[in-house]
């Protein structure tokens, strides 16, 4: 189904070395969010933008990296400063001002 | 600072029987309360939200203010009911309609 899409569905990295996760909408949703899932954890924001050229940090931006240069994509940039990258990640959208997010399918990242 | 803690990981009931999934909040403010469900390869999606006072799938939450809870109920557990539920918190701050969710509680209904 459409809606929020993320690829690739698993990346591996070696260490060193940075990725890019993409995250692609068709709600027109002003709003757009990153989450990173581990066990026992439940979900941590990792960065969020509500408007196109503007983004925030979350709880635990170090070692990531954003751009929001179009309303329908939010990629994600894990970078070699990240400590501990193998995890599950998730983004999500939502009207400006909605509380209900929706969610994408994941992209689970494996540091080699 | 706003936190939300499920205290258990992990909830086991048989079908039919009731099911409770607890959460707890901490926020200075009036908060609005949501739970999420992620059913086995499916995404993250609402269930429900504390506002609109409906019932879902035959679950219901009822915020306390008072103890500071939103527990998940439903009378009688279905074995589709098993998924990862989470509970979350959105605030009222500059942050604009961030949520913060708990840890997770993984619900398991057996025949």
């Known amino acids: 189904d459409g809606g929020i899409t993320q690829s690739p569905k698993y990346l591996f990295r070696k260490e060193g070395q940075n990725v890019t996760l993409s995250c692609e909408q068709n709600l027109n949703h002003d709003a757009m969010y990153w989450y990173r899932q581990d066990p026992g954890q439940g979900l941590r924001l990792i960065y969020y933008s509500q408007i196109v050229n503007d983004f925030q940090k979350g709880d635990i931006a170090e070692g990531y990296s954003v751009s929001r240069e179009k309303k329908e994509s939010f990629p994600l940039t894990v970078t070699s400063a990240q400590k501990n990258p193998t995890a599950f990640y998730l983004c999500a959208s939502s009207l400006q001002g909605g509380y209900e997010q929706f969610f994408g399918p994941g992209t689970r990242l494996t540091v080699l | 600072a706003q936190r939300v803690t499920q205290p258990e990981k992990l909830l086991s009931v048989f079908k039919g029987a009731p099911v409770e999934l607890k959460c707890n909040y901490s926020y200075s403010g009036s908060p609005e309360l949501f739970w999420y469900v992620q059913y086995s390869r499916q995404r993250l999606q609402l269930l429900l939200r504390h506002i609109s006072r409906e019932s879902i799938k035959g679950f219901t939450a009822d915020l306390n203010k008072g103890e500071t809870s939103f527990h998940l109920k439903k009378p009688f557990a279905q074995e589709e009911d098993s998924a990862m539920y989470y509970c979350?918190?959105?605030?009222?701050?500059?942050?604009?309609?961030?949520?913060?969710f708990g840890g997770g509680t993984r619900l398991m209904v057996k025949p």
């Open positions: 979350a918190l959105s605030g009222n701050n500059n942050a604009g309609n961030m949520l913060t």
